[in-house]
């Protein structure tokens, strides 16, 4: 059966490989994001996937987007919740509370508000796959990130406890926890950390690299690969995991 998936903030990046992995597996998928010209131009890559303009810190578009998606795709197998911010690099004590805010915002609420959407659904069919994107710093913390880390981290206590209620309906949740995956955002997130410590990009980027036993950067084709497994019917016991897609982080090197 042709697999129906939708997936947040997908017009780039790690959502992007996703969208890609999965409609190349056969399956029908919408996508949201909030970048318009990032959209326009994935749909003229991928012009039979949907593709929607979505702010999904916003409950009415998130309500609407579900209604376009559900009716385009007729009915819904997997539900992708990608999005998030990197968030502010300070100190804790250096952070505004707007700043903490947004970054949840994009990076929690989101998440609640497509899962609260999909339960229903899953329920009513008995069947059905949510995979939520946390991060090696759900794991692990991260210093000078505190916004970033604590979205990450309540995204793993989601899951599981989705995977608590949903369980009974035949209903999978995981986490993928991804290292440092490459692309602008990992360069963002480098070059803050580096203004901060005041310290060439060069010297962060080798510490980062470097704290894993497979010292490369994640690729994100291999991020959507996990994904496509989580949905396949070979993962239907995998449920309620944070599953790291990182080379195995042996040290955190951030001083």
Known sequence: MQQRVMITAAATGIGRCI????HDEGAHVHVCDVNEAALEAFRDEFPEIGATHVDVTSEAQVEEWFDEALEDLGGLDVMVNNAGIKGPTAPIDDIDFAEWRECLAVGIDSYFLCARR???IFK???SGTIINLSSTAGLFGFGNRTPYAASKWAVIGLTKSLAIELGPFNVTANAICPGTVRGDRINRVIQGEADL????FAVVEKETIEGSSIARFVEPEEIATMAVFLASPAARMISGQAIGVDGHTETFHIK
């Not at 969208?19 to 999965?22: D, E, L, R, V, Y």
């Not at 410590?197 to 060439?200: F, H, S």
């Open 19 to 22: 969208a890609k992995a999965f």
């Open 197 to 200: 410590r005041g310290v060439p």
């Open 118 to 120: 999909t339960a229903p």
């Open 124 to 126: 009513a069919q008995q």
